[in-house]
């Protein structure tokens, strides 16, 4: 085996590194355990609470593997424009997917993944003025979104875990026992396991928990070799797609909330994979990507396929920078979703393993989410009221269920979802506060019976938004 480097090689960006394939086997292979919960969890996420069939859920579990498999290619590779030619991996967003969910429960499934088109084609529409609108999704927004993303995600999978109030088994020991044990165990994995085996720790928690449920005898693998071994995931499994622009926007408001994501993603891949040239001309190139996997995600039932932030610790981890590592990885995930197998194995796992690990992923994000509002001074009325404001809106409809539906439909696929809502109110507010007439008030001067409303000893200057 050759080992000496050409002139030509030895002048490459690490980034573009080609390694032995057995290295790039094993480190795709680690990109692939890390994200392959994602894919697994909102399959189960859209089949359980839509009640979708079994084989629906499936193959709609193989086309989420397929469409984050090509988009990590595309954005690894990069072609005529579209992808960012970094080691990124794409997977099914939780913000989207509970808009998507929220869209399908209010309409149809149809109504969903016409709103999936819409907005991915919306991505193309948005990206010339985009940095325009940074301004209105400084971090108090950004946090929000994400604390009410785990709200909401943590209390579906909650229902999932405990099954419909009135059941038979609802709220049974065994699905408590079994949900609580993969938290347990995915804690202890995280706390035990150093380097990499700490960063695949969901996916160990999952294993072990599907493995506790094996012995107890709560799952079965007998009909997992039963029926076709490879199959391509039927597209428009549900129909073909209606196109309704009200039932798409709060997506589409979620899609600029994205784009941050994804400049703020690219920006630190490609300053810790050593890339060279301007960092934000790629920018657009990695947007482009997400769009593009989005709609041919959306032609095949799925929410949105967007740029995963795990690449970052994963890269900073291995010191592995290039990008032909998660062009393996997206290889290995289309032939994942080609293996039918592997998707009935998936389905196989119990409900409460599944919503487990779900539980814990999103309560991370909810942690995200506070570590973002952390960091914003509440010292004024501005960043005070959005934070009341935002909340307020965005959780009425997640905590108290049915809580308009005495309003017209239409209204309701924007009121009743409380992340939609709760964003949506997050940028008005602060364009009212921070954008609007005279600067904010700090919230210790704005006082009643002479008594702060805030107590301010030893407060920081407010931060500019």
Not at 21 to 40: E, N
Request: glycine share 10%; charged share 10%; with cysteine.
């Amino acid at each position: 085996m050759r080992t000496t480097q050409t002139p030509f090689e030895k002048s490459l960006d690490p980034v573009d590194e080609r390694l032995p394939m057995r290295t790039l086997v094993i480190l795709g292979l680690q990109h692939v355990l890390v994200m392959a919960a994602a894919p697994i969890t909102a399959a189960f996420l859209i089949g359980h609470t839509l009640g979708l069939p079994e084989a629906v859920t499936v193959s709609l579990m193989s086309a989420i593997f397929l469409a984050c498999g090509l988009g990590t290619i595309l954005q690894s590779v990069g072609v005529a424009g579209f992808g960012a030619r970094l080691p990124f991996v794409q997977v099914p967003g939780g913000a989207p997917l509970v808009i998507f969910l929220a869209i399908a429960q209010a309409t149809d499934l149809q109504t969903a993944t016409g709103a999936v088109i819409m907005t991915g084609l919306f991505y193309f529409l948005a990206l010339p003025f985009f940095t325009r609108a940074l301004r209105f999704f400084p971090p108090i927004v950004i946090g929000t979104m994400l604390l009410l993303v785990a709200v909401n995600l943590i209390r579906i999978f909650g229902s999932l875990i405990t099954g419909k109030p009135g059941s038979p088994d609802f709220a049974s020991m065994t699905n408590i026992a079994l949900a609580l044990t993969t938290i347990t165990l995915t804690v202890v994995f995280a706390r035990v396991f150093t380097g990499m085996w700490q960063r695949i720790a969901v996916m160990l928690g999952l294993l072990a928990g599907a493995a506790v449920a094996l012995v107890s005898g709560s799952m079965t693998v007998e009909n997992v070799m039963t029926g076709a071994m490879f199959a391509f995931p039927e597209p428009f499994p549900f129909g073909m797609p209606k196109f309704d622009l009200f039932a798409s926007l709060p997506l589409m408001i979620f899609s600029v909330v994205s784009m941050t994501e994804a400049t703020g993603q690219t920006m630190a891949t490609a300053e810790i994979v050593g890339r060279t040239g301007d960092h934000r001309s790629v920018v657009p190139k990695n947007i482009r990507a997400d769009a593009l996997g989005s709609i041919f995600g959306g032609c095949f039932g799925t929410s949105l396929i967007i740029t995963s932030g795990e690449n970052i610790g994963i890269i900073r981890a291995t010191g592995a920078r290039s990008r032909y590592v998660t062009i393996v990885a997206g290889c290995m995930l289309t032939l994942m979703a080609l293996f039918v197998p592997l998707a009935r194995l998936a389905y196989a796992v119990p409900n409460a393993v599944v919503s487990g690990t779900a539980v814990i992923v999103f309560a991370i994000i909810g942690v995200m989410g506070i570590n973002i509002l952390r960091k914003v001074d509440f010292n004024t009325n501005g960043n005070m009221f959005t934070l009341a404001a935002a909340l307020a809106m965005g959780l009425i409809p997640i905590v108290v269920p049915g809580f308009y539906s005495a309003f017209p439909s239409h209204l309701q696929i924007v009121l009743g979802n409380g992340l939609a809502m709760g964003t949506l109110t997050a940028v008005l507010v602060n364009i009212l506060f921070h954008h609007m007439g005279k600067a904010p008030t700090p919230a210790h001067a704005v006082e009643q019976d002479d008594v702060p409303l805030v107590h301010t000893e030893g407060s920081k200057p407010p931060v500019s938004e």
